[in-house]
């Protein structure tokens, strides 16, 4: 299949701004359990939010190649705002799949309006005269004490439909007046991201701001036919976690590689000197140098299948989530092995090491990087031919 060529928006270069200013306030972040605000401040300037944004309303409709590259750039100086670098994008990018006057809505002052979310359809939607009440807490939304506007997902009456299977959903976009936050965070790792619950209580969301939740995952909105909006959503969600994991691993692997270079030159892996020989540092060296590199190439390729929009195919769908799944292993993989020869400073809370280690791990657990969905999927396909 033939993809799109790049368009470049400068998303890259300003991003490694970004990730130096994010780097020095990381420990701020972790302390606070929230980014700082100028951190904030600087990725919405960034371009992270507008970059999915419909032209029409001033965004950029980029490619999702760029837009990986740069969340991994941002990730190698602080794994938490690159993860709210990535819902600023991705958020905003479920939004364009809402009618046109919600387009309105959302960036009529402009593009770079911070969208949070979540697709769980956890809500509770009554349809009434020209839209829906809407009810829900919604956990776990990063980003969320920042936010402009929030997309939610609640669950609708069935009308008809026959029982069985899951309950109709749809998303509604509601503006940051119509709803209050909850400080629930408290995850071990990822604990900049400010992931904090959304409560929404009989709010009255216009039909113009609602849309079934399935013409998202199928990858047909309501006002657009631009690539980063109709492809779909199981082609491209793995990308909205997995390339943080893939700078964070090379944050670490800077880190680890400076430390352990110091450690030898002071004797570390010589024959009767306490600690692993030198073979192992090698070895640790060179498997994760290579585990990264290759989680980097399944997930430039899949990005680059993600910007083939509609005529993305159910096989390279497939394989895209296959290779999700199995970039963050690599990536787990390899920061594991390094953090377990770090020795007892790099385990230190003063260090970067421990907390991207906690981060990495924290990510894996992500629903749409889970291995064995991920080879059913792929098996399917396989076995069928």
């Known amino acids: 299949m033939q993809t799109q060529a790049p368009q470049r928006t400068g998303l890259v270069s300003r991003s490694a701004e970004l990730a130096e200013l994010a780097r020095h306030r990381a420990q701020d972040a972790e302390n ?38 740069a969340i991994v750039t941002v990730a190698e100086g602080c794994a938490a705002t690159a993860w709210c670098a990535s819902v600023a994008s991705s958020l905003a990018r479920m939004a364009a799949c809402l009618p046109e006057e919600a387009h309105a809505d959302i960036w009529g002052a402009g593009p770079d309006t911070f969208v949070v979310g979540s697709l769980s359809p956890i809500g509770r939607a009554t349809p009434v005269a020209g839209g829906w009440r809407v009810s829900g807490s919604w956990a776990y939304i990063s980003g969320v004490d920042y936010s402009d506007w929030a997309v939610v997902c609640a669950v609708v009456p069935r009308n008809g439909e026959p029982q069985g299977g899951p309950p109709p959903a749809r998303l509604f976009a509601l503006p940051r007046t119509e709803y209050v936050i909850k400080d629930t965070w408290t995850g071990s790792g990822m604990r900049g991201t400010g992931s904090n619950t959304l409560v929404a209580d009989d709010v009255f969301v216009p039909e113009s701001r609602s849309i079934d939740r399935q013409r998202l995952f199928d990858g047909r909105p309501a006002a657009s036919s ?46 009767g000197v306490p600690g692993p020989a030198r073979s192992t540092y090698e070895a640790v060296l060179t498997r994760s140098a ?64 421990q907390r991207i280690w906690r981060d990495v791990n924290s990510i894996a657990t992500h629903i749409a990087l889970a291995f064995d969905p991920a080879a059913t999927l792929y098996a399917s396909h396989a076995f069928a031919r």
């Open 32 to 69: 606070q359990r929230r980014l700082t605000p100028d951190v904030v401040e600087r990725m919405l300037r960034t371009g992270f939010a507008r970059h999915f944004v419909p032209a029409a309303q001033g965004g950029a409709e980029g490619t999702f190649e760029e837009f990986t590259e």
């Open 226 to 271: 631009a690539d980063c909006h109709t492809v779909p959503i199981q082609a491209v969600n793995g990308l909205s976690c997995a390339p943080i994991a893939l700078g964070a691993a090379r944050d670490a692997l800077a880190l680890w590689t400076g430390d352990t270079a110091e450690r030898l030159g002071r004797g570390a892996g010589r024959p």
């Open 290 to 353: 290579a585990d990264i590199d290759v989680a980097a190439w399944l997930l430039e390729r899949a990005a680059r299948v993600a910007d083939g929009g509609a005529r993305v195919t159910a096989e390279e769908t497939a394989r895209n989530v296959r290779d999700y799944a199995m970039s963050t292993e690599l990536l787990v993989n390899a920061v594991n092995r390094m953090f377990a020869t770090a020795g007892t400073s790099g385990h230190s809370t003063d260090g970067s090491l």
